[in-house]
């Protein structure tokens, strides 16, 4: 079983949904938990970074930890066709960072 | 600000040969951590460099190490190519003042290596 599962989809919305991408972790250890967006040829870029349990909102976009089921989420509210990317998880404890596999949004018009 | 460099780009290599990948930090940036990113395994963590000294490292074989110079600036080495290799290489860099890798990283756009 891997540290960090996420499902890779590929996941397709139309234009104006709210999208929910979620990981699960099996390492309790975890203490911070980020989002990063991928666009395809570009490196990740940091969307949402956490450190405790709760939501925290940035725009369109929440991010949610679950610490005592192991669980977060992002949500993008309103999606655009520009949030078309990987999304990919990660989380990390006393300097060891692992991600997720990456799920593939496509939005469409 | 500029972002994070990477040289190369793109990079073909036969096995058994040895490669040499560099990166540029963030202007002020003194952690520099690599990855791999492949189809199969997602993005793995190779090693983590702060001020010229390996502070974490990830579980890869010993066949692949790096260095960081007095600039901040980082090289990645990988001796005796294998296929499994090919992979996107990428370095990101952080703020000095949360000098750790949990910390908000900046990613650079990736040496693509491809071992034939």
């Known amino acids: 079983q891997k540290e960090v599962e996420q499902d890779p989809g590929p996941l397709s919305v139309p234009e104006g949904a709210i999208v929910s991408l979620n990981c699960t972790y099996s390492n309790s250890a975890f203490q911070y938990f980020m989002w990063y967006r991928q666009y395809s040829r570009k490196g990740p870029e940091l969307l949402m970074y956490?450190?405790?349990?709760g939501n925290k909102e940035d725009g369109r976009f929440t991010a949610q930890v679950d610490k005592s089921s192991k669980y977060i989420s992002l949500f993008i509210r309103d999606s655009q066709p520009s949030d078309s990317a990987t999304y990919l998880c990660a989380m990390s404890a006393d300097g060891d960072m692992r991600f997720g596999a990456g799920t593939r949004l496509t939005v469409k018009p | 600000k500029a972002g994070v460099t990477q040289t190369p780009r793109y990079l073909i290599k036969t096995r058994g040969q040895q490669v040499t990948l560099s990166c540029s930090p963030i202007s002020g940036h003194r952690s520099v951590s690599w990855y791999q990113q492949t189809p199969g395994q997602g993005l793995q963590f190779l090693f983590e460099?702060?001020?010229?000294?390996?502070?974490n490292k990830g579980n890869f074989p010993g066949r692949f190490s790096g260095r960081q110079f007095s600039n901040s600036r980082s090289e990645m080495n990988v001796s005796t190519l294998e296929l499994g290799d090919s992979a996107l290489y990428l370095c990101?860099?952080?703020?000095?003042?949360?000098?750790?890798?949990?910390?908000?990283?900046?990613f650079g756009p990736g040496t693509r290596l491809t071992v034939t």
């Open positions: 990101a860099s952080s703020s000095p003042m949360r000098a750790t890798v949990v910390s908000e990283q900046y």
């Open positions: 460099y702060f001020s010229e000294t390996q502070r």
């Open positions: 956490t450190y405790s349990s």
